[in-house]
Structure formats: structure tokens, C-alpha cells
């Protein structure tokens, strides 16, 4: 029976989930997969359309919602149909340590030390850098909040808070309003009274509190004014902002993520993807990804490139980093499951 | 309605020629329901016999640990083993380190203990890194966990080949150090307090699919052809609309500044804007708007099939028209209620988009935190774990269906 468990599911999973356009033999099609939305559509005018241009070598993009299982999946059925994937940060770090990504040959791509700490790895190269921030809509609020602890304060900003139903993010946003310096935060949430603090925290606004849980809610939330706040990632309350709306980013202690892309294990054309990678990541390219989405470059290279007028919009630049901090993903991938758990009973209390 | 049948007295050896007269139909029946017996097994009894095994099968540790485990055989009752054992730890964490498999002992191991998949990488970094022990005192000094006996007994417990830990989790208990069951920790008991509010949901989206259904399906039956033909089409409609679609239908409705509350607030009725969305009430209401087609169309065929001069026939002979209709009507339109009701109840365990975007943190199903432990966490075991724990309750609730209601009574049309 042993024989059937695993390997079932994951050619069960691979066969429905995960296909993609049988690739030509002579000129490389390469089958990229991201995020879909906004972001995709930012990468195929900036990168991947570029990248044709240039090379000659065609695209065929795919999405998917960032679950690792669909690419698991696909590795462990043995018929990697995907060239390049990008991942975000805990991916990355699950798909390296399990051997579902190729380990990459950096001198084919530029030299690593031009990453941004925690953005590059044997299998991942940093893309863009994005933040989770607060946010709130100045066409109904005037004067609206302006730092972290503005999130906790229902005296002078009553209404409704919304959050990301994930413990990350908001115990770090939780910690700092309470006072942690941003460099203690994680040394404090090691401690399981860290923790107690965290939700401690969290409990003063429990009740204000509106969850979501899909990117696109976040912004949906502020604007049918179910909120009067809420932390969203930097991208959406911007792509929300072009099509009219007045959302305004409060900046102060954002928590910093980055994407990265990877090359799935077994993947067909590799010398063809290292070099779509190494067109990706060139600093002319993420400068240009910066013209249709806010998404701060991770190569400290590519600042030189982006227009001025939209660098003070990204979360890599100077007067929006006050207090920032990267995600932990290293915590998270330990504590995850256990604070996860908490979470859940906590929301139930 | 069951026919007398006419040999129920004739002598057995007509009855065995009978039956010896109908087997070439019967094999013929046989090999034609082939395909579809070949397409149950495939589709229906390998998965699931593939979810139970995934939810006791325990492979990390013995395959990225295996000479460990032998040397801590020899040593039965260390609670922190010697030498020798940390010596084949070593050797089997560089080769795991090499072969990238020691993440996935981490993993495993970070279920029971959090933090260890840190410690097991760190691990094979150090046992990768130096050639020379003494291993003992290098593992321990790097990180004192090593010279945990907890961490030492969960070595020892997962080299075996079946785990209870993902069942057990899924009913929120824990093995003892001593072998007994306890229940874990308050602020991590979380699965059946999941699963009741899941029976909860929808138990009550059945009851209300029932009572919105019934007279729609009753008046389904006694509607003119023509009218009849577009309410189905009206219940039928819903249907064919992707239920993403009608579960943000709801969305629109149900929010602060949604339609529902505008009208309410234009009608002054209510002064304050309503919290409807993220509740239970959402929850509920957009489920049993899903549902009450399930719930409708077994209900209306088993009326369609009772006679109206039954109730004509009983108010003739003197029944108050209540009565008639409680006594003779609906106790004939029983299968189809009950069958209505076991759809219902069955699919709405199973849902998961709707709480997600209508529900409130308390209304998640198990169906939700399945799907993050597929998806997101790539814990299998524990997703399977909660598969076979609902298709239990499943099972058990259908079981007990049977027994009070009895089989007889069930029909689908």
C-alpha cells in the first residue's frame, strides 16, 4: 500500500494542476510562472516581453496563487514542465532545503554581494523587495494615521482595523507599537513571553479588528469603508490608487518581503533560463518594473536606474525605511506551525 | 412501493431455475458495469486508501536517519545517548545534507518539536563541515537541544514506521513521554473545536434549506406546467453560475456599505450600519442560498410522484385540510426530504471558499485549515489526518441516518 501514499498524490496533483505548453526544441520557449494580477502584467511589460525582444527566445507565462505544492508536485512526478518560477521568500526557503529548486550557478547571473541582505540564495535571486505597510483612504479620512502605534490608538482613530489573518506581520506590528526597538523584534518573539506580548498587543484591538486574507481584500476592505485602516502590501493600495481611488501609506515600521526567482529541479532549458534571470535582474531591467509597479529593485546596482520622481514611492527607498524590518522567514519557517495554531485559538477566544 | 412477489411460495428448485435462466443477464449486467467499477476504484477507493495511508505514514526519520537509529537500538535505555550514536548522527546528517533531505527530517521533527528544523539544518551544516568528532560534545556545544532527552525520544519514536502523531493531532491530542494520550496544550487545541463548528454550520444551513425549500418544491408540483417549467429554470439557474461568482454576490450584498444595509439605513429602519459580512450570519445565509437547489430538486421529484387525489381523497372522507396535509402528504414526501437533507449536509462539510470570503475568523471549516496544510505547509500527513477524521464524522452521521430513518426511506428521485 506504501507504494501508492505519496507518489500518487503528487502525479494525482501534478497531472491536474500543473501543466504547461510542450516546449519547441530548437528556439527555447520558456514556461514562467508568477502571481498573475498587477505584478504579472508588470513583469511581461518590463521583463518579459524586453527579454524576447532581445534574445528571441519566447515566453509562455503561467500563474498560480504561490502554493509550493503545485511545484512540488510537478518535481516529484519527474516531467518539470516549468523553466522559471517566482517565488516569495518562505518558498524559497522550503523549496531550497527540500531540493525542489536547482541550486544556481551565480557567475552566470552577477555578483551576489550586490543583493540586498536575505534577497539571493544558492537557489533563489531576489527580484523586488515589497512591504507590508498601513494603509488608509484620505478621501474619508483627513487626517489619518502617520506611525505604527496609530494602529492600536481606537481613541484617536476609532473604526474598524483591518488585518492580515496570518500571525506574521502583525506580531512584529504588534511588538514595535509596544515598543520594541525593530532590531529586538524577533530576539523578543523567540521567548514564549514575547509571544504573550505580541497577543497581548493584538487583544486591545481584537474587536476592531477585520480580517483578510487574499492581497486583493485589503484594499477592497478600505475602499467599501468596512475599514478605516488596514495593513495591505505596498503594490495593491498603489495599483488601487491608478485606477482612482485616494489610499495614502503610512510607511513608518514596514515589514519588508522579497520575491525571488528560482529554477525548479529538473527544469529543461537551464542555460536558457540563467539567462532570463540574468536579464530579470539587471538594473536596468528591475528599474524599469519599477515604472508599472512600486516594488523597491533588490540590487542596490539598479537605484541609479529608477526614475526620481518614483523612488520616493518604493518601499527600498531612504525616507520610508524609518523602523523597517525584514520579514524573518528563518522564524517564521520554525515557529510558524506552533504560533499559527495560537492564532487560530485566539481568534476563536 | 414494493410489488407481492409471485414465487414467494414456489418450491426452491424453480427458484434455482430461475436464477440459473438469468445469469447470462447477470454476467452481462456484470461486465458492462465494468468500466464504471474500474472508474469507482480509480477514482474513489485508491485516493482514499492513499489519504489513510498518507496519515500514519512516518518515512522521514527512517530514511534520512537510518544508522542513527540502529546505533540508538543498541543503546535501549539512554535518554541522551552516547559516542557512537551521535557518530552515525553525523554521518547521516552530511549525507543528508548532500542528498537535501535533512530539511525534511527538520520538518518532521518541527511538528513535535518547534524549532528543530533550524536545529537538524544546523546540524547538517556542522556534521558537513568537520571531519573529526568527538561528535557529543561538538553537537551539543553548537546547540544544547542535543542533549535533550525530548529531542532524543522524538528520534526514538519516529523510527518507526507509522506515526499516530497526524490522527492525534487531528483530534487535538499528544502521545505522554510515557506512552499514555493527553491533550495538547490549550492555546494549540484547535481541530475539534474546528470540527464542531463545521457540524454546527451545516446543520444549520440544512435546516434552513428545508424549511426555505420545501414549500418552494411543494409549490413547484402544483404550479401549472409553464409556470412550473420557469421556477425550475429559476431554481436551476443558480447552478449553473460558478459558486465563486455567487459567494461574491454575497460580498456585495452583505457588506457595511453593501446593498442590504443601504436599504435598510433608506428605510430607516436600522441607524447604524449593520456588521453582516465576516459573520456567521454570512456564512450561513450565502451557504443556504447555494444549497437550496440540492435541497429542492430531490424534495419536488418525490412530490411530483404523490397522487393529488390522495389529499382530495382525505379531505373527502373528513380531514381538515392541516391535517391532510400533515398526515398524508408529507409523511410520503419523507425520502425525498431526508435525501435532500443528506445532500446538503454532506457538500456543506466539505466548504470552504464561502467561509473563507463571507466568514469571520470563528467561521473556517476543516475544509480550510486542510487546504493551508496542503498548499502552504506541504504537511500531508496532517491534511490526510483531517480528511479521515471528517469522512469518519461523515460516515458515522450517514450511518446513523440509515439506522433512524431507515435505507428503505432514502430516495434520490
Known amino acids: 500500500m506504501l507504494v501508492l501514499n505519496r507518489n500518487f498524490f503528487l502525479s494525482l496533483i501534478a497531472s491536474t494542476a500543473v501543466f504547461s505548453a510542450s516546449a519547441a526544441v530548437a528556439d527555447p520557449t520558456l514556461s514562467i510562472m508568477s502571481f498573475g494580477g498587477a505584478y504579472q502584467s508588470a513583469q511581461r511589460k518590463a521583463v518579459f516581453d524586453a527579454f524576447t525582444a532581445k534574445t528571441g527566445d519566447k515566453v509562455v507565462e503561467q500563474e498560480y496563487g504561490g502554493e509550493i505544492a503545485k511545484i512540488k508536485a510537478m518535481v516529484d512526478s519527474g516531467n518539470t514542465t516549468l523553466d522559471v518560477i517566482d517565488v516569495d521568500a518562505p518558498t524559497l526557503q522550503q523549496g531550497c532545503d527540500e531540493g525542489i529548486f536547482e541550486t544556481l550557478d551565480w557567475s552566470k547571473i552577477g555578483s551576489q554581494s550586490e543583493w540586498l541582505p536575505g534577497t539571493s540564495s544558492e537557489c533563489g535571486v531576489g527580484t523586488v523587495v515589497y512591504a507590508t505597510v498601513l494603509a488608509y483612504d484620505a478621501a474619508k479620512t483627513k487626517d489619518g494615521p502617520t506611525k505604527i502605534t496609530d494602529l492600536f490608538d481606537t481613541q484617536k482613530f476609532p473604526g474598524k482595523r483591518g488585518l492580515w489573518k496570518n500571525p506574521a506581520t502583525n506580531l512584529e506590528f504588534a511588538l514595535m507599537a509596544d515598543g520594541v526597538a525593530p532590531a529586538d523584534v524577533y530576539k523578543v518573539l523567540e521567548t514564549p513571553a514575547g509571544v504573550d506580548r505580541a497577543f497581548k498587543k493584538l487583544d486591545t484591538i481584537k474587536k476592531d479588528i477585520v480580517w483578510w486574507e487574499a492581497g486583493a481584500q485589503a484594499p477592497q476592505v478600505l475602499a467599501s469603508g468596512e475599514v478605516a485602516m488596514t495593513t495591505a502590501w505596498n503594490g495593491r493600495i498603489f495599483n488601487a490608487n491608478k485606477e482612482g481611488r485616494q489610499f495614502k501609506i503610512v510607511w513608518d515600521h514596514e515589514i519588508l518581503d522579497s520575491d525571488l526567482w528560482v529554477i525548479p529541479k529538473g527544469a529543461k532549458h537551464v542555460d536558457a533560463s540563467l539567462a532570463f534571470i540574468k536579464f530579470a535582474v539587471e538594473p536596468q531591467t528591475l528599474a524599469d518594473m519599477t515604472k508599472f509597479i512600486p516594488y523597491g529593485p533588490v540590487r542596490t546596482t539598479a537605484a541609479a536606474f529608477v526614475q526620481p520622481d518614483i523612488a520616493t514611492s518604493l518601499p527600498t527607498s531612504p525616507q520610508n525605511m524609518t523602523g523597517a524590518i525584514t520579514l524573518n522567514n528563518a522564524f517564521w519557517g520554525d515557529k510558524g506551525d506552533e504560533i499559527r495554531k495560537r492564532f487560530t485559538t485566539w481568534l476563536a477566544q | ?413
Open chain 2, 1 to 413: 412501493m414494493t410489488l407481492a412477489l409471485p414465487h414467494a411460495g414456489t418450491a426452491p428448485s424453480v427458484k434455482r431455475a430461475v436464477r440459473r435462466a438469468d445469469r447470462p443477464a447477470r454476467r452481462a449486467a456484470f461486465l458492462l458495469s465494468l468500466p464504471l467499477l474500474a472508474f469507482l476504484a480509480i477514482a474513489f477507493v485508491v485516493p482514499i486508501a492513499a489519504l489513510f495511508t498518507t496519515a500514519v505514514d512516518n518515512p522521514e526519520t527512517r530514511s534520512v536517519l537510518p544508522d542513527t537509529l540502529r546505533a540508538l537500538a543498541a543503546e535501549p535505555s539512554a535518554a541522551v545517548p552516547g559516542e557512537p550514536v551521535f557518530a552515525e548522527l553525523a554521518h547521516d546528517l552530511a549525507r543528508a545534507g548532500k542528498a537535501r533531505t535533512a530539511a525534511l527530517l527538520g520538518k518532521r521533527l518541527n511538528y513535535e518539536i518547534p524549532g528543530m528544523r533550524s536545529i537538524v539544518m544546523a546540524g547538517s551544516r556542522l556534521a558537513a563541515a568537520s571531519s573529526q568528532g568527538p561528535w557529543r560534545q561538538k553537537f551539543c556545544d553548537s546547540d544544547p537541544a542535543w542533549g535533550d532527552p525530548a529531542l532524543w525520544a522524538a528520534i526514538r519514536r519516529n523510527g518507526a514506521r507509522l506515526t499516530p502523531y497526524y490522527m492525534l493531532t487531528a483530534v487535538d491530542l499528544q502521545q505522554t513521554p510515557s506512552g499514555g494520550l493527553a491533550p495538547v496544550a490549550p492555546e494549540q487545541r484547535i481541530f475539534l473545536d474546528i470540527l464542531g463548528r463545521t457540524l454546527l454550520v451545516a446543520a444549520t444551513v440544512t435546516l434552513l434549506t428545508l424549511f426555505l425549500g420545501y414549500p418552494v418544491a411543494y409549490a413547484l408540483t402544483l404550479a401549472p406546467p409553464l409556470l412550473g417549467a420557469i421556477m425550475m429554470l429559476c431554481i436551476l439557474l443558480p447552478l449553473w453560475t460558478s459558486l465563486l461568482v455567487r459567494t461574491t454576490a454575497w460580498v456585495v450584498l452583505l457588506q457595511s456599505n453593501g446593498i442590504i444595509n443601504d436599504l435598510l439605513i433608506g428605510m430607516g429602519l436600522i441607524s447604524k450600519r449593520l456588521q453582516l459580512i465576516f459573520t456567521r450570519f454570512g456564512t450561513v445565509a450565502a451557504m443556504t442560498h447555494i444549497q437550496l437547489p440540492f435541497t429542492i430538486l430531490p424534495i419536488a421529484s418525490v412530490m411530483r410522484t404523490i397522487p393529488v387525489a390522495q389529499l382530495r381523497a382525505a379531505r373527502s372522507l373528513g380531514a381538515p385540510p392541516m391535517s391532510a396535509f400533515w398526515r398524508i402528504y408529507v409523511p410520503q414526501t419523507l425520502p425525498g426530504v431526508m435525501a435532500g437533507c443528506l445532500i446538503t449536509f454532506i457538500l456543506s462539510l466539505g466548504y470552504y471558499i464561502t467561509p473563507a470570503l463571507v466568514g469571520g475568523p470563528t467561521d473556517q471549516m476543516v475544509s480550510n485549515f486542510i487546504s493551508v496544510y496542503i498548499n502552504r505547509d506541504l504537511n500531508w500527513g496532517l491534511a490526510s489526518a483531517l480528511g479521515v477524521v471528517l469522512l469518519a464524522v461523515t460516515l458515522l452521521i450517514y450511518g446513523l441516518f440509515l439506522r433512524i430513518v431507515g435505507a428503505d426511506k432514502l430516495r434520490l428521485g
